[in-house]
């Protein structure tokens, strides 16, 4: 058996916990402090000293004023009391140690100290009977439990189903943005939380608690909140920090406030890219829905737009411009399954057709026009666009032009009140 006890911050006991839930399932907190059993993980993680250089190494939680380990858990606990006192490791373990360091010695630790009677082997040494008979048979249960004896069993911890976390504010915050020094320590034990369950968030919400009932003899709202949105499942908590502290920066507070609350509202399950053998070039940056969701927060959510895959005949119709948060969760066919013949269309599309002269009945642009290939004929919209002032119908066509290469053009049939076909630029192949 392999134990390990930890002290972490009084303050951060829950976060520890659910960090070291990536290690093992059989965590728990026993007075006060974090303990593990990695009998069973031990191979996993390649060996205790491989788990420990990153089961006390966290990524944003407080470093632990002490650890130890044992063969057994009582034994692990007694090593870290001594650790945290100044105390040498005594030359015999368990025999040699203090008396205590036992937790179920305690209330007889004065009468067990007059008799001369100060370690765990002098304990152990005293008649069985006697030492149930005075002080009760838990103390030996405990003393067997520290030797192997018997099994040890602890209220392990579960990780909640959703991270709902109030701390007290050290000081009453009068701006948003004083918010957020707190709000990094909650977003420390959300990392924790959501790595423990492979979790990624998709929406949290801040809430801050007003100080004031009343100001300027107006009833507050006594509480005041924040909702946060990101594109994809995320564990990134320097993308949540960017995004918390540009709301924060466009969030006034109505009055002072003295708690922070922070809750996930929906969560998804989060895969890690896996790591490669072979040498990979190391991306830089933020990803692209980052940069979305951090201009959105800065500017305005209806103030950046994503371009958003439409279902049309018509190439200029096949996108729209929507506000990113709007696009976020929808599901949207890939532009193969909406256009199979897009990997043709050119890169670049006009906002506006622009119309061709045309020369001996052949369109020309800064000079003559080759058209090249069969032309591809669409006809729409139909009567699902009421907006349309008449059907498009269309035969699209290559061209090659001298001075500005491929072109892509479309001649317009004749239709009623128009007795010839007419010409127009649409694309440009870069």
Do not use: I
Not at 225 to 238: G, K, N
Not at 245 to 263: K, M, Y
């Amino acid at each position: 058996m392999c134990w390990v006890a930890l002290s972490p911050p009084e303050d951060h006991v829950t976060p520890w916990c659910w960090h070291a839930l990536q290690f093992t399932p059989r965590v728990a907190v026993e007075q006060g402090f974090v303990l593990l059993d990695v009998s069973a993980s031990l191979r996993l993680w390649g060996g205790l000293r491989a788990l420990l250089l990153r089961l006390l190494q966290p990524q944003g939680l407080p470093a632990c004023a002490a650890w130890a380990r044992a063969g057994t858990a009582p034994v692990a606990l007694a090593l870290l009391r001594l650790k945290l006192a100044g105390q040498p490791r005594p030359g015999q373990v368990p025999d040699g140690l203090p008396l205590d360091t036992l937790a179920a010695a305690w209330p007889a630790l004065a009468v067990l100290e007059r008799t001369g009677c100060r370690s765990w082997g002098q304990l152990r040494a005293l008649p069985r009977a006697g030492v149930a008979r005075r002080f009760g048979a838990a103390l030996l249960e405990a003393l067997d439990q520290a030797y192997g004896l018997r099994p040890t069993s602890y209220p392990w911890c579960r990780l909640p189903p959703v991270f709902d976390q109030n701390v007290e504010l050290p000081a009453t915050a009068t701006a948003a943005s004083e918010l957020l020094w707190t709000g990094q320590r909650l977003l420390a034990a959300l990392h924790a939380w959501l790595r423990a369950g492979q979790r990624g968030v998709l929406a949290m919400e801040l809430q801050w608690t007003h100080d004031l009932r009343r100001l300027d003899g107006r009833t507050l709202a006594r509480q005041g909140l924040l909702t946060v949105r990101t594109a994809q499942p995320t564990q990134d908590m320097a993308h949540l920090r960017r995004l918390l502290a540009e709301h924060l920066e466009r969030t006034p507070l109505a009055a002072p406030a003295n708690h922070l609350r922070l809750r996930t509202l929906e969560t998804a399950a989060y895969a890690p890219l896996s790591t490669s053998l072979l040498p990979e070039e190391h991306k830089r940056g933020e990803r692209l829905h980052e940069l979305v969701e951090r201009l959105g927060a800065r500017l305005g959510v209806d103030r950046v737009l994503v371009p958003q895959l439409v279902a049309d005949h018509r190439p200029e119709c096949m996108q729209r411009w929507v506000p990113a948060q709007a696009s976020q969760g929808a599901s949207t066919p890939p532009a193969q399954a909406l256009a199979p013949d897009a990997a043709l269309y050119p890169a670049w599309l006009l906002r506006e057709p622009l119309p061709l002269a045309m020369e001996d009945g052949q369109p020309v642009f800064h000079g003559p026009l080759r058209l090249l290939a069969r032309p591809r004929r669409v006809d729409g919209p139909g009567w699902w666009d009421l907006a349309a002032p008449q059907p498009a119908v269309r035969d699209y066509r290559l061209a090659l032009s001298a001075q500005l290469g491929l072109l892509w053009l479309y001649c317009e049939r004749p239709h009623s009140g128009q007795p010839d076909p007419r010409w127009f630029l649409q694309g440009v192949y870069a």
